[in-house]
């Protein structure tokens, strides 16, 4: 692999270990990613790697001296040009089916394959805080999100606020969060590891520590934090919502609950019915109900009328 050697640098930035990035990924999709940037630039060297060499070659046979190559009369030459149109042509067309080869596998709607059902998760970006509800089980967090390990994720993602965007670098991919409008993202991780995720999008003076860690968790280890979350004794009913989705930060809920700013606000039951609340608050015509299909249908209801 020596066309691998010139990505060395870019390596180096990943080996902080931190498992923020998607070039030390920690799921299929991240992976895929990071194989497809790699290859990418590989190619890509076909044309950078000589164009860097032939530069300072060019100038230093041209340069001004007596004894320099001086070569006012220029030809036409038919294998120059098709060395230098012809090279990033085919290069084009080879980066082409790359990316489009990946684009299906990388759809974020796409479900991830497995012999597992897909974790429910549904999201509601806050200014300036992440909400997390995991309707199967009844119990939502802030700040925290846990998943199982080698089992899909499936996220439903709205925003009560500006448009957000969603990340965790690690696992691979981005999504828009937008009010009156649900998106959907599907993830998953193969080993365990503490996740950094984001809001990626600019949207006022909070958003800089608008991060979450993602624990990804074995199983049996998500099962004991789903079991300690139960434990909470606090409820996210439309009260407790009114209160998280004050704008501010994560650590100005602390005031209002008592919890560890490093574990996470977690509530041990939740509104079943909040998620939904949440998106039809934006909608000009929330009788139309079910607002899930709203993308697939085209049917596209945004928060601006
Ligand atoms: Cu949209």
Same mark, same amino acid.
């Given at each position: 692999? =020596?066309?691998? /050697? @010139?990505?060395?640098?870019? !390596? &180096?930035?990943?080996?902080? *270990?931190?498992?923020?990035?998607?070039?030390? +990924?920690? =799921?299929?999709? /991240? @992976?895929?990613?990071?194989? !497809? &940037?790699?290859?990418?630039? *590989?190619?890509?060297?076909?044309?950078?790697? +000589?164009?860097?060499?032939?530069?300072?070659?060019?100038?230093?046979?041209?340069?001004?001296?007596?004894?320099?190559?001086?070569?006012?009369?220029?030809?036409?030459?038919?294998?120059?040009?098709?060395?230098?149109?012809?090279?990033?042509?085919?290069?084009?067309?080879?980066?082409?089916?790359?990316?489009?080869?990946?684009?299906?596998?990388?759809?974020?709607?796409?479900?991830?394959?497995?012999?597992?059902?897909?974790?429910?998760?549904?999201?509601?970006?806050?200014?300036?805080?992440?909400?997390?509800?995991?309707?199967?089980?009844?119990?939502?967090?802030?700040?925290?999100?846990?998943?199982?390990?080698?089992?899909?994720?499936?996220?439903?993602?709205?925003?009560?606020?500006?448009?957000?965007?969603?990340?965790?670098?690690?696992?691979?991919?981005?999504?828009?969060?937008?009010?009156?409008?649900?998106?959907?993202?599907?993830?998953?991780?193969?080993?365990?590891?503490?996740?950094?995720?984001?809001?990626?999008?600019?949207?006022?003076?909070?958003?800089?520590?608008?991060?979450?860690?993602?624990?990804?968790?074995?199983?049996?280890?998500?099962?004991?934090?789903?079991?300690?979350?139960?434990?909470?004794?606090?409820?996210?009913?439309?009260?407790?919502?009114?209160?998280?989705?004050?704008?501010?930060?994560?650590?100005?809920?602390?005031?209002?609950?008592?919890?560890?700013?490093?574990?996470?606000?977690?509530?041990?039951?939740?509104?079943?019915?909040?998620?939904?609340?949440?998106?039809?608050?934006?909608?000009?015509?929330?009788?139309?109900?079910?607002?899930?299909?709203?993308?697939?249908?085209?049917?596209?209801?945004?928060?601006?009328?």
């Amino acid at each position: 692999m =020596g066309r691998l /050697a @010139a990505l060395a640098p870019v !390596l &180096l930035l990943a080996g902080c *270990g931190s498992g923020i990035s998607f070039l030390d +990924p920690h =799921g299929p999709v /991240a @992976a895929t990613q990071r194989d !497809l &940037l790699f290859q990418v630039t *590989g190619w890509m060297m076909i044309v950078v790697l +000589p164009a860097i060499f032939l530069v300072p070659f060019v100038a230093w046979r041209f340069r001004r001296r007596r004894n320099a190559t001086y070569r006012p009369n220029w030809r036409f030459s038919w294998p120059l040009e098709i060395l230098v149109w012809g090279v990033p042509i085919i290069l084009v067309c080879i980066l082409a089916s790359l990316v489009l080869g990946k684009a299906r596998a990388l759809d974020p709607y796409a479900p991830i394959p497995s012999d597992l059902p897909p974790l429910e998760v549904e999201v509601v970006g806050l200014d300036y805080k992440w909400l997390f509800i995991y309707p199967e089980q009844n119990i939502a967090s802030v700040g925290v999100m846990a998943v199982p390990v080698d089992r899909p994720v499936h996220f439903r993602l709205t925003s009560d606020t500006v448009m957000q965007s969603f990340m965790i670098p690690a696992l691979g991919s981005q999504i828009y969060a937008m009010a009156g409008m649900v998106t959907e993202l599907n993830l998953m991780a193969d080993r365990p590891g503490v996740l950094m995720g984001q809001n990626t999008q600019f949207n006022g003076f909070g958003f800089q520590d608008q991060k979450f860690d993602t624990l990804a968790l074995p199983q049996a280890e998500f099962d004991r934090w789903i079991a300690a979350a139960r434990t909470a004794g606090r409820s996210l009913d439309q009260g407790a919502y009114a209160l998280v989705s004050q704008k501010g930060k994560l650590a100005d809920l602390r005031s209002r609950f008592d919890f560890d700013p490093q574990k996470g606000l977690i509530f041990s039951t939740v509104d079943p019915d909040l998620f939904g609340t949440v998106v039809s608050r934006y909608r000009a015509h929330a009788d139309h109900g079910n607002t899930a299909s709203d993308h697939a249908t085209g049917e596209h209801h945004h928060a601006d009328h």
